[in-house]
């Protein structure tokens, strides 16, 4: 079965520095991979998605992310972080026909000043 | 923005009562999803649902849990007798088509808790 696995339940970065959340997925089969956040007391939000069209994927608030086949990796990254990015992030993945998704046990970001 | 919509956003009951969680999907979407996160653990699927019949369900979906749809707009999960272990965020996510790449469109969650 698929998987996913974040490193790091708790990230913490000053504002305006990298943020670099981490996931890796396991997987026989080419994944489809996804990252969404959840912000305090709100529901799921897409911040970006793998289909296979191309290996680094733009998302939403300055968010990307790069599919690494080599690494099994889809590490989410923003090269400046804001105080609003403080939240917390899924990697999830869906694979073999199905359209269940898996996620991972999430990555909460502090942002500090 | 269209948006997936629930209600009550918490729910306390008591062991062994029903409860039914309710969701409004996004009107054109006709996939439909329950997840649910127990507190610090993992966004768990529950089940999946299209046109009135449940397409695909986890093990923790066991009989003591079920999805309707009563009418155009709505989507319902019901547990019929709560455990303690059923407190937890109950998500519901709909989508526009059945593609493993498809995005699923997430509501803002009850919290349930069961006492």
């Known amino acids: 079965a698929q998987s996913v696995t974040q490193l790091g339940s708790h990230v913490s970065v000053s504002e305006g520095a990298l943020v670099l959340l981490r996931c890796n997925y396991s997987s026989s089969v080419p994944p489809y991979l996804f990252w969404y956040v959840q912000y305090p007391n709100q529901g799921l939000q897409l911040l970006l998605k793998y289909t296979s069209a191309a290996t680094l994927v733009k998302g939403i608030n300055g968010f990307e992310a790069e599919f690494k086949k080599s690494e099994t990796s889809f590490h989410l990254t923003k090269p400046s972080a804001h105080m609003s990015d403080a939240a917390e992030y899924f990697c999830a993945v869906t694979q073999g026909g199905g359209n269940k998704l898996t996620f991972g046990t999430g990555t909460q970001l502090k942002v500090e000043l | 923005e269209p948006e997936v919509t629930q209600t009550p956003s918490h729910q306390v009951t008591q062991m062994g009562q029903e409860v039914i969680l309710r969701c409004v999907p996004i009107s054109n979407h006709l996939y439909f999803y329950w997840y649910r996160q127990i507190l610090g653990q993992k966004v768990e699927f529950l089940v999946s649902?299209?046109?009135?019949?449940?397409?695909?369900k986890s093990e923790i979906f066991d009989d003591q849990f079920s999805v309707e749809r009563p009418d155009g707009s709505n989507f319902t999960l019901k547990i019929r007798s709560t455990k303690l272990e059923d407190s937890a965020m109950y998500f519901c996510?709909?989508?526009?088509?059945?593609?493993?790449?498809?995005?699923?469109?997430f509501g803002p969650g009850t919290r349930l808790l069961v006492l």
């Open positions: 996510a709909s989508s526009e088509v059945w593609q493993e790449e498809e995005t699923q469109y």
């Open positions: 649902f299209y046109n009135n019949e449940i397409s695909e």
